[in-house]
C-alpha cells in the first residue's frame, strides 16, 4: 500500500513538472513569430526620388495593412520598374500642379506622392484613372489604419500624376519601384 501511494505521487511530480516543462516549448514559437515581424528600421523621412517617366497611364490607387507599416500602391499595368520615376516627400501644404490651388490633407503630416505617368491616355486624353481633383481617392477606404489618415487626388499635369496622403505624424517611409506598380511604405513607429 505504501510502495503503491510513493508510485502515485512520483508519477504526480512527474505529470506537474512534465506540464510546467511544456509551457516554455509552446511559448518559444510565439516569440520566434515576434522575432520574424519585428519591423525594420531606417527608412527615415527624408525626401525620395528617381528620375524616369513613362507614357504608359496609371490606373488605379489602392492601400494595404500590414505589421509594422501601411502601405500606398499606383498601379501602371506596362510599365518597367526602371520605367517609372518619382517624388515622394513631406509637404506643409500640398499645391496642385499647373493652377497651384491648395488642397486640403487631413491627417498630422502630409506625404506627397508624384508619380511620373499620367492618368489619362496620352493619344486620346481619356482619363484611365476616375480620381476627381481635391476629393478622397476612389476605393480607398483606411478605417482601421494605424498611420494612413487621408488620401487626395491632386490631379494629373504634363504626364506626371500627384497624390496627397495624410498620414499620423511625420513618420519614415520607403519607396519600391515594381514592375506595373510604385509603392509607398509608412512605418508605424520611429
Known sequence: MVRSRT???????LAATLGVAAVPATA??????RAATACPTGWGSLGKSFVAGTATPLTNVRTG????YDRFVVD???????ELGFSVA??????????????????????????????????TGTPTYPGRVAQPLPGVNLAGYSTF?????????????????????????????LADHLVVDVAHTW
Not at 149 to 177: H, I, K, M, N, W
Open 76 to 82: 501602371v499595368p506596362g510599365a518597367g520598374a526602371a
Open 7 to 13: 508510485v502515485w505521487a512520483t508519477a504526480a511530480l
Open 28 to 33: 518559444a514559437p510565439a516569440a520566434a513569430t
Open 149 to 177: 489618415r487621408d488620401t487626395r487626388y491632386a490631379g494629373s499635369f504634363e504626364g506626371v500624376t500627384q497624390f496627397g496622403l495624410g498620414v499620423r505624424a511625420r513618420l519614415p517611409f520607403r519607396v519600391l519601384r
Open 90 to 123: 513631406y509637404v506643409d501644404r500640398l499645391y496642385q500642379d499647373g493652377s497651384g490651388r491648395p488642397i486640403a490633407v487631413g491627417g498630422g503630416a502630409i506625404l506627397e506622392v508624384r508619380v511620373d505617368a499620367p492618368s489619362y491616355d496620352p493619344e
Open 65 to 68: 495593412r500590414h505589421d509594422c
